[in-house]
């Protein structure tokens, strides 16, 4: 089955830093891919769609300058958090679509604390 | 502007018996619904999806779930729980299979031995 993953699963970082994570389809090509964030014990809220080759979509009330999104390739997503603060502290989830079945796959996420 | 409301926040249940988790919908168009399940600390897993046809559908780990277009709502259901089954569950809509999704709250469900 189509297989998504995310680097890191887990990130510490000092408040100030940037911290990339990358999403990556394993076995399939996603022209679109979707950053969601999940606060703890709330639900997923979608922060921006991207497309391969353009720039991202962002939500309304998300920061475009601080949540860095590229999406270079068919299979590699990449979002950074710039300047990183302890309310960006958060589990950070990929999604992408695939490209041959329009069907949408997750990856495990990201855990990012920020001390 | 399309949202998606679980009404229970917690439900706990015994092993063995039956399950059900409310999904309740608004959105403008011919809905695409799906029920995730997240284990702690982990990303989403797919139950199931509708999108057209059979209101009744089934998913994987024996979960089910039906459309039911004139109450909005898409409850999910499980006939005998397993310890197994404790996790977060979440229900989604979108406007097609591939596009961004809405999710709920989620609904928290412990299984009591």
């Known amino acids: 089955g189509a297989v998504v993953s995310q680097h890191p699963s887990w990130v510490i970082c000092k408040s100030g830093t940037s911290v990339k994570i990358e999403c990556r389809s394993l076995?399939?090509?996603?022209?679109?891919m979707f950053w969601y964030r999940q606060f703890p014990k709330q639900s997923l809220m979608l922060m921006a769609t991207?497309?391969?080759?353009?720039?991202?979509?962002?939500e309304q009330g998300v920061e475009k300058d601080k949540f860095l999104i590229n999406h270079a390739s068919l299979t590699l997503s990449t979002l950074t958090v710039t300047s990183a603060h302890p309310e960006d502290s958060s589990f950070y989830i990929c999604?992408?679509?695939?490209?041959?079945?329009?069907?949408?796959?997750f990856g495990p996420g990201t855990r990012l604390t920020v001390l | 502007a399309q949202s998606v409301t679980q009404p229970d926040i917690h439900i706990t249940v015994s092993e063995g018996a039956s399950l059900e988790l409310r999904c309740n919908y608004s959105?403008?168009?011919?809905?695409?619904l799906f029920w995730y399940v997240q284990s702690p600390g982990q990303g989403l897993q797919l139950l199931l999806k509708?999108?057209?046809?059979?209101?009744l559908v089934q998913g994987i780990k024996g979960f089910e779930a039906e459309f039911k277009r004139s109450q909005s709502s898409f409850n999910l259901r499980k006939p005998s729980v397993h310890w197994s089954d404790a996790a977060e569950y979440f229900c989604?809509?979108?406007?097609?299979?591939?596009?961004?999704?809405?999710f709920g709250g989620g609904t928290r469900v412990l299984v009591k031995p």
């Open positions: 999604s992408a679509r695939a490209v041959d079945t329009d069907t949408q796959y």
């Open positions: 076995d399939f090509q996603a022209t679109t």
């Open positions: 991207s497309n391969e080759g353009s720039k991202a979509t962002y």
């Open positions: 959105y403008g168009a011919t809905p695409y």
């Open positions: 509708y999108f057209s046809g059979d209101t």
């Open positions: 989604a809509v979108g406007a097609n299979a591939g596009n961004k999704l809405t």
